[in-house]
Structure formats: C-alpha cells, structure tokens
C-alpha cells in the first residue's frame, strides 16, 4: 500500500525559499508518476508540478515556471519541490500525490494517492 507523508512547509516572506520533501513507501514508487498540488482556502485544488517515472519529464502550473523545480529520488522514494522567489500567492497547503504505476498524472483524478498535506504561508 502507498502511503505519502509531506514536510518542509511553513512561514517564509516573499522572495523566500522552502523546500517540500514528500517519503513515499509502496512497490509501485519508481513506477508512479508524482505530483504536488495545492489548495488555497475557498479555491481548488491544483496542480503545481508533477514528474514522470524517470525524472525526464516534467510538467508545472504556469504561475510557478521559472521558480520552482520538482524531482524525485528513487533509491530514497522521495520527491521534493523547491521552491524559490515566493509570493503571497504561493500560500496554501501543498500535497504529493502519485499515480499508479505509469499512470499519465495530467490530471487530478488519475492520482489515487494521496499525502496529508502540508502548510505554506507567504508573507508580504
């Protein structure tokens, strides 16, 4: 079974830097596509970044291009999101996600693994 457990979030100010960093367990890891969403309060919840099985492909939400980077270590079964030059905007709480194994990840409904999520705030 898949379990996702997310750290690294918390309080910075804008133009800060944070780094997420998501375990993951399960037999079906280095197969998976992984992915961080969002969700700001009253808002939906969206993808910020995803990375296929590989690592050698990448996809981002537009707003964040340039600023952050996702990647993935398979041989520690974690997949983090760097974050850098933070905006207000930023803040909501962030959650990994993966896929099953070699499932596409373009949408939110083919994650089916979900972490507890953890809190961003950016302050102005």
């Known amino acids: 079974q898949v379990k ?22 399960g ?12 969700q700001a309060p009253g808002k939906e919840r969206e993808l910020v970044a995803a990375i296929n099985w590989g690592g050698g492909s990448t996809t981002y939400l537009e707003p964040v291009k340039g600023r952050f980077t996702i990647s993935r270590d398979n041989a520690e079964n974690t997949v983090y999101l760097q974050m850098n030059s933070l905006k207000p ?9 993966a896929t099953a194994p070699y499932g596409l990840g373009t949408r939110r409904s083919q994650y089916d693994y979900w972490g507890q999520g953890t ?3 950016v302050s102005s």
Do not use: H, K, N, P
């Not at 996702?4 to 367990?25: D, K």
């Open 4 to 25: 996702l457990v997310e750290s690294g979030g918390g309080l910075v100010q804008a133009g800060g830097s944070l780094r997420l960093s998501c375990a993951a367990s």
């Open 89 to 97: 905007e930023d803040t909501a709480v962030y959650y990994c996600a």
């Open 119 to 121: 809190q961003v705030t």
């Open 27 to 38: 037999l079906i890891f280095s197969r998976s596509t992984l992915g961080w969403f969002r």
